[in-house]
């Protein structure tokens, strides 16, 4: 099979999704290894699905590892360059869903030994500390942003010295991850900072379908918190990007 754009969002976004999602379960399933090891774990750990999700997006053909529709939209209202993102939400859809389904088989004999179904849900999809739509919104609509113009600050770093140049391209995953992890750490406590719509539906898709055993409700009256909040977020980030000619 040839390397393509698509092939690389789709697995490069399962990769993500396979870890950042992988660590949660360790995390809040009941008789694991990691059970109980906390937020600093859980944080860590999707850095590092940021980080090398982005280099298998690379390797199998997508060269700017988006990953996440809010980044193909942020970037395509900043370019005014459409072409791309219907093919690539789609393989970062199908890559979340598969890189859920993933994390369910390797945590299989956890799912019946953890009783609460919200633990179980949280290692699929994100949810609010405390349920307020508009609040949660906010903060998806927040983080998003910061995500966006961080990524933008990571391109343009040394381009504005023509003797030095941008930074080394096998530097930047790294900085993106850090980037993730500071979002994680200083904004994720009030909504598990989705700031990715495929990062919550694909995972949420899996949850509704997947025999589970007691799992509960999806909560589906939540999804529209990381979609709507992450892609607004992208499309604002993208115009004050534009503002200051990025």
């Excluded at 850095?47 to 999700?53: N, P, S």
């Excluded at 299989?108 to 949280?122: F, I, N, Q, R, V």
Aim: with cysteine; hydrophobic share 50%; net charge neutral.
């Amino acid at each position: 099979m040839q390397q393509t754009p698509f092939i690389g969002e789709l697995i490069g976004t399962m990769t993500v999704i396979l870890l950042g999602n992988g660590v949660v379960a360790n995390v809040v399933l009941k008789q694991t290894k990691g059970e109980n090891s906390g937020w600093i774990v859980i944080t860590a750990g999707w850095a590092f699905a940021v980080i090398f999700g982005v280099f298998v997006a690379n390797a199998f053909g997508s060269p700017g590892a988006h990953l996440n529709p809010a980044v193909t939209i942020a970037f395509a209202v900043l370019k005014s360059d459409y072409s791309n993102v219907f093919s690539f939400i789609t393989a970062q859809l199908i890559g979340a869903f598969l890189g859920a389904v993933i994390v369910w088989l390797q945590y299989l004999p956890h799912w019946k030994a953890t009783e609460d179904p919200g633990s179980k849900l949280a290692c699929f999809s994100t949810g609010p500390a405390i349920k307020s739509p508009g609040a949660n919104f906010l903060s998806e609509f927040i983080a998003t942003i910061v995500l966006i113009i961080g990524i933008a600050a990571i391109g343009f770093s040394g381009t504005s010295d023509a003797q030095r140049g941008p930074i080394p391209s096998g530097i930047a995953p790294y900085l993106v991850g850090m980037l993730v992890w500071s979002i994680g750490l200083s904004l994720g406590g009030t909504t598990g900072y989705a700031i990715n719509p495929v990062r919550d539906l694909g995972p949420r898709i899996a949850h509704a379908i997947l025999p589970i055993h007691k799992k509960g409700s999806s909560e589906w009256e939540y999804a529209w918190v990381p979609i709507a909040g992450p892609v607004l977020g992208a499309i604002v980030a993208a115009f004050i990007l534009r503002t200051f000619s990025f």
